[in-house]
């Protein structure tokens, strides 16, 4: 009895550090990770806090332990004010070409996903093409896509900006690189749209990667007697700085896009990779004034990107407030380190 009572006090010392950490987990979309780095670091963690915090309500449940009460208000909480990790059931409905449009936005990773070699990038690339074509959306935001992505597609109406691309069956009257003040591999661009009588403005992001090596995809892969415990430490500090150097970037790169959003003459759609989660502030800032299309009508968990121990969704569309989302799906084809993701809009009502 005394051991049990003495791991019933170990764990609920557990169960209170996590409830702190799950705390600024969960104020996280409120906190600027260029003051406040810690926060964009647990964010990404979010469903493996609440996760735990599952498993810890079991554990007292099955003890019929009133410590169980920490744990639930945690999960009850973030069900009602936490950004949806996982959606019970789709939104399906056909919508009539006059009042709607379809989108797709796809992160490529330049046609490396079957290797480097160019004989291999150039057969890769058509099998993408193909992929698109088939999917046939009346509007395609590309992601680290190549030149020649624009020419295989033969959308009538293009505009690309370095490795990002919006193809058009409607006319693209005007559009924008948005030019990052920081240096950065990643760029973003937008592009105005005539659909029938209206204009609208589609964004497509491509925000501040991680830049991970090969040690960050290997760090919780490797067998544990493989690397020694100060090559660990040193492998983990490194991730957490890019962390922190990437979500500060992307911050001042958000910032420019919201002004840019903001003096828009025409209502928006905001598409793309924003190399972040949900949980986190970049989010939370972006979808002021749009509905994210998964939580409107995905289903699941919607992860678009899987190449690590978890699943994350960083890819997203983003549709105006005035609008609506059907039809949302996380498109399942292995042809990059990232899932392509489509929705149909509906914009006149």
């Not at 690339?125 to 395609?140: C, G, L, M, P, R």
């Not at 190399?275 to 678009?304: C, M, R, W």
């Amino acid at each position: 009895m005394k051991n049990t009572s003495l791991l019933n006090r170990l764990i609920y010392i557990f169960n209170l550090i996590l409830i702190a950490v799950w705390g600024v987990a969960f104020i996280a979309p409120y906190l600027n990770p260029k003051s406040f780095s810690i926060s964009a670091i647990l964010a990404i963690g979010y469903p493996m806090i609440l996760a735990l915090h599952v498993m810890l309500i079991i554990y007292w449940l099955l003890r019929f332990n009133k410590r169980i009460v920490g744990s639930l208000l945690t999960i009850i909480l973030s069900y009602f004010f936490s950004s949806p990790i996982l959606q019970p059931k789709s939104s399906f409905k056909a919508l009539a070409k006059d009042q709607s449009f379809s989108i797709m936005s796809f992160n490529s990773q330049l046609a490396y996903f079957s290797g480097g070699k160019k004989e291999e990038v150039e057969k890769h690339q058509s099998k993408i093409a193909h992929f698109i074509k088939q999917e046939d959306a009346d509007i395609v935001c590309l992601q680290e896509v190549r030149m020649a992505m624009s020419i295989n597609l033969n959308y009538p109406y293009t505009k690309a900006y370095g490795f990002s691309q919006i193809h058009s069956k409607y006319e693209i009257v005007s559009s924008e690189k948005i030019e990052f003040d920081e240096k950065s591999t990643n760029n973003s661009c937008f592009a105005d749209l005539k659909i029938q009588k209206d204009t609208i403005r589609v964004y497509n992001l491509h925000l501040e990667s991680l830049h991970l090596g090969y040690e960050d995809y290997n760090l919780f892969k490797r067998k544990s007697d493989s690397q020694t415990g100060n090559e660990f430490q040193d492998n983990t500090k490194n991730l957490k700085h890019k962390i922190r150097l990437a979500s500060s970037k992307r911050v001042n790169q958000v910032e420019k896009i919201l002004r840019s959003i903001a003096n828009s003459p025409y209502p928006t759609i905001i598409c793309g990779d924003f190399n972040d989660v949900p949980q986190s502030y970049i989010y939370k800032k972006l979808t002021n004034n749009h509905k994210d299309a998964f939580i409107e009508s995905g289903k699941g968990y919607g992860a678009t990107y899987r190449q690590l121990i978890l699943p994350f969704r960083i890819d997203y569309i983003l549709a105006h407030k005035q609008w609506n989302a059907y039809n949302f799906e996380v498109l399942e084809d292995n042809l990059s380190d990232h899932q392509a993701i489509r929705c149909d809009i509906e914009f006149n009502q």
